[in-house]
């Protein structure tokens, strides 16, 4: 069965940087577009960057544009997302999720249990 | 930017009774919509994609329709499991979510 599992989450002070993982299993990692989805606590969800299945191509929400890298390797079956320059308004619960449909960036069928961040002093 | 607004923000439902969610894009998204399902503590759960295609394992008690800017999750006899709050999300550009609707009982 599908399953996806992120790690790294945790307390970091304003301005720190935190590297999230995700490690897939149950289908073929290769074949799918990956994101990484936030939801701030008692808030909505904001999607922050999606990246190809071959890392091709990489997006990001603007509100993270510049400060955040997504990236994954294949060969783990791993996704990554590396966060600097970390603001108050980054806390939140970070989702690894896969593309429902496997080809772009759409809908998503899998997602993990969530891994929080908190930015704080 | 497109703008995803969904109506209304609660609505209250008798177990049983059919229950209607609205979800408006601020311009055309063609059928590249959404609908999720969260409850407290956990992950969303994808209903429907392509505004209408329900996705693996969804009860038929979960339809979706609609197209271009309109589109509406219906469903049709809500059980005590449907409690829960529902977000649309667009894919037609940058992925965006709805703001949601919480769904609680009456």
């Known amino acids: 069965q599908v399953q996806l599992v992120e790690s790294g989450g945790g307390l970091v002070k304003p301005g720190g940087s935190l590297r999230l993982s995700c490690a897939a299993s149950?289908?073929?990692?290769?074949?799918?577009?990956m994101s990484w989805i936030r939801q701030a606590p008692g808030k909505g969800l904001e999607w922050v960057s999606y990246?190809?299945?071959?890392?091709?191509?990489?997006n990001y929400a603007d509100s993270v544009k510049g400060r955040f890298t997504i990236s994954r390797d294949n060969a783990k079956n791993s996704l990554y997302l590396q966060m600097n320059s970390l603001r108050a308004e980054d806390t939140a619960v970070y989702y690894c999720?896969?593309?429902?449909?496997?080809?772009?960036?759409?809908?998503?069928?899998?997602w993990g249990q969530g891994t929080l961040v908190t930015v704080s002093s | 930017e497109i703008v995803m607004t969904q109506s209304p923000a609660t609505l209250s439902v008798s177990p049983g009774e059919r229950a209607t969610l609205s979800c408006r894009a601020s311009?055309?998204?063609?059928?590249?919509l959404a609908w999720y399902q969260q409850k407290p503590g956990q992950a969303p759960r994808l209903l429907i994609y392509?505004?209408?295609t329900r996705a693996t394992g969804i009860p038929a008690r979960f339809s979706g329709s609609g197209s271009g800017t309109e589109f509406t999750l219906t469903i049709s006899s809500l059980q005590s499991e449907d409690f829960a709050v529902y977000y649309c999300?667009?894919?037609?550009?940058?992925?965006?979510f709805g703001p949601g609707t919480k769904v609680d009982i009456k």
């Open positions: 392509g505004a209408s």
């Open positions: 999300q667009q894919y037609n550009n940058w992925p965006l």
């Open positions: 999720a896969r593309d429902a449909l496997g080809a772009a960036a759409g809908s998503v069928d899998y």
């Open positions: 990246i190809s299945s071959s890392s091709s191509y990489t």
């Open positions: 149950g289908f073929t990692f290769s074949d799918y577009y």
């Open positions: 311009q055309s998204v063609s059928s590249n």
